[in-house]
């Protein structure tokens, strides 16, 4: 049973523009989120998180937005770049320390 | 300083055979993390070392599946009677426990396993 849920498979978007990309989680009880942004034949690298009390952290050109109710997260990525054209997955950690990924989202920014 | 790593990179492998996949995780991570990518698929948890509390194994698939431990260092999975359903690539991630950064997880490059 997938407990994170990144429904979008992939997102082509114009450099400069903004870059969406959504999470869904079923388990009200995670205390963190987190984006991972992953190339090819690499591991994935940590990009940004957010705790479960709060609805917004931003770093640079990264926001992560958290909407409880509805038990969803998105990262927006403003503005969008050429190099940052990877793999993001957005993840879950339990109390007991356990992580749970999406399936990831493939983002092309397109020159 | 020096990251996660991991070994071999890559691993073919003939069915039924076993293996043994090594993690080397960041010195001073008490936490690691073993997770396993299937082609298109995300990252699913695998087991969970906490410092010398027993490992959370409740990700492992089957009892073909095992992973030890040495202290906060290094790491092996092993993999016993290898099926094709077992090909994808191994990830290991390491973490400090406690502190801001705590839920920060750093992973190696993996291990693509390929069982033929």
Known sequence: ?111 | GAGVSQSPSNKVTEKGKDVELRCDPISGHTALYWYRQRLGQGLEFLIYFQGNSAPDKSGLPSDRFSAERTGESVSTLTIQRTQQEDSAVYLCASSLVGGRKHYEQYFGPGTRLTVT
């Open chain 1, 1 to 111: 049973d997938q407990q994170v849920k990144q429904n979008s498979p992939s997102l082509s978007v114009q450099e400069g523009r903004i870059s969406i990309l959504n999470c869904d989680y079923t388990n009200s009880m995670f205390d963190y989120f987190l984006w991972y942004k992953k190339y090819p034949a690499e591991g994935p690298t940590f990009l940004i998180s957010i705790s479960s009390i709060k609805d917004k952290n931003e770093d640079g050109r990264f926001t992560v937005f958290l909407n409880k109710s509805a038990k969803h997260l998105s990262l927006h990525i403003v503005p969008s770049q050429p190099g940052d054209s990877a793999v993001y997955f957005c993840a879950a950690r339990n109390t007991g320390n356990q992580f749970y990924f999406g399936t990831g989202t493939s983002l092309t920014v397109i020159p």
